[in-house]
């Protein structure tokens, strides 16, 4: 069975950090790209972050660009979000997500989804 389980959230303060992972099992995702969505009361699910499969190509949401970073440990099926000078806007559930699409672009791209993770920001 296969299984996406973030951890890492919590309540922070303003300007904080908070590190995100993604533990994967029941499969290999080396192979896979994965990326990282929010989703705030009242809104869509959107995009933060995704990777390859290698890590090494990256892309972020604007949102995110230079506050937040993408990774992963192929070695141990986990992957992360760094993220730094959080802001009340970016309080959300945080999920993870796997895509044997090469590059995903979309939702609908990925074909695994964790339960997620909530991140509280504080003003």
Not at 12 to 29: E, I, K, P, Y
Not at 53 to 80: E, L, M, P
Not at 99 to 115: C, E
């Amino acid at each position: 069975q296969v299984r996406l389980v973030e951890s890492g959230g919590g309540l922070v303060q303003a300007g904080g950090s908070l590190r995100l992972s993604c533990a994967a099992s029941g499969r290999t995702f080396s192979s896979y790209a994965m990326g990282w969505f929010r989703q705030a009361p009242g809104k869509e699910r959107e995009f933060v972050a995704a990777a390859t499969w290698s890590g090494a190509v990256t892309r972020y949401a604007d949102s995110a660009k230079g506050r937040f970073t993408i990774s992963r440990d192929n070695a141990k099926n986990t992957w992360f979000l760094q993220m730094n000078s959080l802001k009340p806007e970016d309080t959300a559930v945080y999920y993870c997500a796997a895509s044997i699409t090469p590059r995903p672009m979309t939702r609908d791209d990925y074909d695994y989804w964790g339960q997620g993770t909530q991140v509280t920001v504080s003003s």
